[in-house]
């Protein structure tokens, strides 16, 4: 698989939680997963419970998706 870029974003720094509409009104983000192409175009979007921790098998058949 090619390198992925990686994001995160917390607060203060929170505007690129806050412009995808999950930071919350406390000052932190919800668990969210997004994946954006080059294109910039949202291609998943997962938004999970603050205590269930993602499953990043599924996101692989994503990723390889749009690095074709």
């Known amino acids: 698989m090619s390198k992925v870029p990686l994001l995160s974003d917390f607060w203060p720094h929170g505007a690129v939680a806050q412009s995808y509409g999950v930071l919350r009104p406390q000052g932190f ?6 994946i954006v192409d080059k294109e910039g175009i949202i291609r998943y979007k997962h938004i999970h419970d603050l205590n269930e921790l993602p499953d990043n098998e599924l996101l692989f058949p994503v ?4 690095n074709r």
């Open 29 to 34: 983000t919800e668990r969210a997963i997004f």
């Open 63 to 66: 990723l390889e998706e749009i």
